[in-house]
């Protein structure tokens, strides 16, 4: 049995190291006790500033803030032969926003995993619920450890209940005697509190200091030891500001002398033996949210008196008499609960043997035997049938259509282009690409949904078009929203997305007023196609030419310029295409899909077998680099990936989706193959989580759709680019659904075409 175990790992000092490292041991005794061969692989997660010297068991180590480092951790544990994995999940623990950067490597993973979570919220961000909800997801199994996280999970996360499992945390089984370790430290008659852990702000330590005075009144022995080193988080950011805080609050209260700061990381020997010591060990905790506290766990199983605050852990823990609650931040009822205790004798006794009694059944002898438990029946399931599903395109998976989104950023002007998260950024006004976007996407939602609001909205569209055309047929692209003119004749790109709406609505249109519109627009245009010299531009142009022609066919003057067009197209790809670089340009960048879509679209019209031949050629270049591991990866804008160079994975944008799911459509009509069914579908769920990053860009609260994802995680803004691009995408998969079902044509036979010199079929 080789398992595997993600995590932070001793000698680094963190509390989930030394559970993991407990835990490892434990599971191994398990196995070993049955007789198993074991075998432990630790893959620890180290901060950037430390340099450690790991035990032999750590086989790899990753920088929790290095992206990189991650893919490479999947590799190696791909390769290292283990049977399964075992995720200590906690968010602060993994690098990027809420620790993203784990999602990746658990979806490369080839064997099953579990995690265990240390953290569970009630109120979790956005980044935080998706991706919780996306390892629970993948995993196989959520241990957790309280009763409460199960109710979260089932509540707020809505993990399936069968899909989560309760393991204790577990305890050193190790046992000092009192009166020897009292004498030792020197605490013979003196009443002892304790606090341990990481010293951080959040641990409420004030509170206990606040109440000594009371307590030291009544029992003037009393001493309070708090036991640890401030958390390496706070000592980087504020230093040891809260540690001298608590100094001078126990000057100024005068209890200075009964007050003892132990600043130390110690091991769990030592620590049994001082909690073996204390009369009382204290957690005065200011959040009701901690789900887990190991030094809660620890202190049960030492057989400690314990009084705490009433957070979730603490109040499942201390019930039916295994310990006291007082309020939070209430040092007058600590006060009263401390002194109360140390009158009654009886009764403290009666809560160390409750705690005990409990505390012997989790020593981590018998958490590790649950746990081998767990991984022997994750092992044994059945395996996943890998047989392909004959559903092509499961739209049961598609969250419901709705312009919600697009109704909050247009106005009686036109649709904004930006937003901050999902309201409208009114600073940054209109733009000629998102309003053609959003023409276009109307009258698909019209011809495909009937829906009323897209009837609506078309003519908001079409008339900031005509609005930005200039005398020329040029157009302007910025409109500010104050109405004013912000350029005088926008990028060739806004043009060529211009022409593809107006295109399609002469192809669409749902009344005679709005074609007659559109008609004029498109004409007023058409001088200037020849001008275009951004292959994007002249991409966009084609679509919206090809389009008009589809139900103009005897317009030969059209089709002689939709033959100039493609040719330049066609030429630029000789140009730059190589035996291993077929392709227009010397690098992929943006938009990449929208070139073989294009001419595509110009060789059904034309019905030019060279044309498509190069259309399909260059379609399987870009699939060949964007389509691996059964998901889409578009290529990043933060650095486009140059021939012969490396290729980014961040910065991906949805319209480089949009213009994937076009293609493979366009390809699925032309052809008839499935294969371009399933590439379209997979394209599509991009959006949906299924990226590098493994989380969806599309908001189920706000309907928008999120502007892409940088290597920190998602770009929460939902500006109209990347929530019309959804919109279109979601628009295509419904008509190639229906487009699939309703024809139920066999797939065209192969077709043998001669392409520069070379044969290729389609």
């Given at each position: 049995?080789k ?6 790992y ?9 559970f ?13 006790d049955?007789d ?9 997660l ?8 790991y ?5 790899m ?14 590799d ?8 399964l994995?075992?995720l200590?999940h ?17 979806h ?14 009630d ?12 390892i629970?997801r993948m ?16 509540e ?5 209940i069968?899909k989560i499992?309760?393991?204790e ?6 046992h ?8 030792t ?9 304790l606090?341990f ?8 330590i ?35 500001e ?28 030592e620590?049994?033996r001082?909690?073996?010591a204390?009369d009382?060990?204290?957690t005065?905790?200011?959040?009701k ?5 190991g ?8 057989g ?20 006291k ?10 006060s ?7 009158d009654?004798?009886?009764?403290l ?5 409750k705690?005990l ?10 958490i ?8 022997n029946?994750?092992?044994?399931e059945?395996?996943i049938?890998t ?14 259509f ?6 909050r ?12 998260y ?10 000629l690409?998102?309003?053609?976007r ?5 009258l ?7 829906e ?30 104050n109405?004013?003119?912000?350029d005088?004749v ?6 060529g ?25 498109f004409?007023?245009?058409v001088?200037?196609?020849q001008?275009l010299r ?15 022609l ?15 067009l493609t040719?330049k197209?066609t ?11 077929k392709?227009?340009e ?36 870009l699939?060949e ?9 578009i290529i ?24 994937m ?6 390809a699925?009509?032309?052809t008839r193959?499935?294969?371009?069914l ?11 989580g ?8 599309y908001?189920?609260?706000t ?5 892409g ?12 680019e ?8 979601h ?10 079902y309703?024809?139920?044509?066999p ?16």
């Amino acid at each position: 049995m080789k398992i595997g175990y993600i995590s932070t790992y001793p000698p680094r000092e963190c509390g989930i190291g030394t559970f993991t490292q407990n835990l490892q041991c434990s599971i191994k005794k398990a196995f070993e006790d049955d007789d198993i061969k074991y075998e432990g692989y630790v893959i620890a997660l180290s901060d950037n500033d430390e340099h450690h010297v790991y035990p032999k068991e750590v086989r790899m180590t990753l920088q929790q803030d290095q992206q990189a480092d991650y893919l490479e951790a999947a590799d190696f544990i791909n390769l290292s032969g283990l049977d399964l994995c075992v995720l200590e999940h906690e968010f602060g623990i993994f690098g990027g926003e809420s620790g993203v950067y784990i999602l990746p490597l658990l979806h490369k993973l080839e064997m099953p995993f579990i995690v265990t979570l240390h953290t569970v919220l009630d109120s979790p961000s956005y980044n935080q619920k998706i991706i919780l909800k996306e390892i629970s997801r993948m995993t196989k199994a959520i241990v957790v450890m309280s009763n409460k996280a199960v109710k979260l999970l089932e509540e707020i996360y809505l993990v399936p209940i069968e899909k989560i499992k309760l393991i204790e945390h577990g305890v050193p089984d190790i046992h000092y005697n009192a009166s020897e370790v009292r004498k030792t430290f020197r605490f013979d008659g003196k009443k002892v509190l304790l606090t341990f852990g990481f010293i951080s702000r959040n641990k409420g330590i004030e509170t206990v200091i606040k109440s000594l005075p009371e307590v030291i009144k009544k029992y003037p022995n009393t001493i309070y030891l708090i036991l640890g080193k401030t958390h390496p988080n706070v000592i980087k950011y504020a230093g040891e500001e809260y540690r001298n805080y608590l100094h001078l609050l126990a000057k100024n209260l005068e209890v200075q002398d009964h007050v003892l700061f132990i600043n130390e990381f110690i091991d769990e020997s030592e620590l049994i033996r001082y909690l073996t010591a204390c009369d009382v060990y204290i957690t005065p905790y200011l959040a009701k949210t901690q789900i887990t506290s190991g030094t809660l766990i620890y202190a049960f199983g030492a057989g400690c008196a314990v009084a705490s605050t009433p957070y979730w852990h603490a109040e499942e823990l201390l019930a039916n008499g295994k310990g006291k609650i007082f309020g939070f931040k209430n040092h007058e009822e600590l006060s009263m609960l401390l002194n109360g205790l140390f009158d009654n004798p009886e009764q403290l006794k009666e809560i160390k043997e409750k705690a005990l009694e409990y505390g012997k059944t989790i020593t981590w002898s018998e958490i590790g035997r649950k746990y081998k438990d767990l991984l022997n029946s994750v092992l044994v399931e059945q395996p996943i049938n890998t047989e392909k599903r004959k559903i092509i395109l499961n739209i049961q998976l598609l969250p419901k259509f709705s312009l919600t989104h697009i109704k909050r950023l247009t106005d009686d002007t036109g649709i904004i282009q930006h937003a901050k998260y999902g309201i409208p950024n009114l600073k940054e006004g209109y733009c000629l690409d998102d309003n053609a976007r959003a023409l276009l996407m109307v009258l698909m939602a019209n011809k495909q949904k009937h829906e009323p609001m897209a009837l609506e909205y078309m003519p908001i569209y079409l008339s900031y078009i005509h609005y930005m055309q200039n005398p020329d047929g040029t157009f302007k692209n910025f409109l500010g929203f104050n109405r004013t003119f912000k350029d005088e004749v926008g990028s060739e790109d806004s043009f060529g997305r211009t022409v593809w709406a107006l295109g399609y609505l002469l192809g669409n249109a749902p009344n005679d007023a709005y074609f007659q519109t559109g008609r004029l627009l498109f004409f007023d245009a058409v001088p200037n196609f020849q001008n275009l010299r951004s292959i994007r531009s002249i991409a966009t142009t084609l679509i919206g030419m090809s389009y008009y022609l589809k139900t103009n066919m005897l317009d030969e003057q059209m089709i002689e310029l939709l033959r100039a067009l493609t040719n330049k197209l066609t030429l630029q790809y000789k140009r730059q295409s190589t035996s291993d670089w077929k392709w227009f340009e010397s690098l992929l960048a943006y938009d990449n899909g929208i070139m073989p879509l294009a001419l595509m679209h110009a060789a059904e019209v034309l019905e030019d077998d060279e044309v498509l031949g190069i259309a399909m050629e260059t379609m399987g270049f870009l699939t060949e680099h964007t389509m691996k591991g059964g998901f889409l990866s578009i290529i990043g804008n933060k650095e486009w990936y140059v021939k012969n160079g490396h290729r980014s994975v961040y910065a991906q944008q949805p319209i480089d989706a949009l213009s994937m799911v076009l293609m493979y459509y366009q390809a699925f009509l032309l052809t008839r193959k499935n294969t371009y069914l399933q590439k379209l579908f997979t394209s599509f769920m991009w959006f949906l989580g299924e990226n590098d990053l493994r989380m969806s860009l599309y908001d189920f609260e706000t309907k928008g759709c999120c502007d892409g994802f940088e290597s920190y995680g998602v770009n929460r803004n939902q500006g109209a680019e990347s929530s019309l691009a959804y919109l279109i995408s979601h628009l295509v998969v419904l008509q190639a659904h229906e487009e699939f079902y309703k024809s139920e044509q066999p797939e065209i036979p192969e077709k043998k075409i001669n392409l520069l010199n070379k044969e290729i079929y389609l």
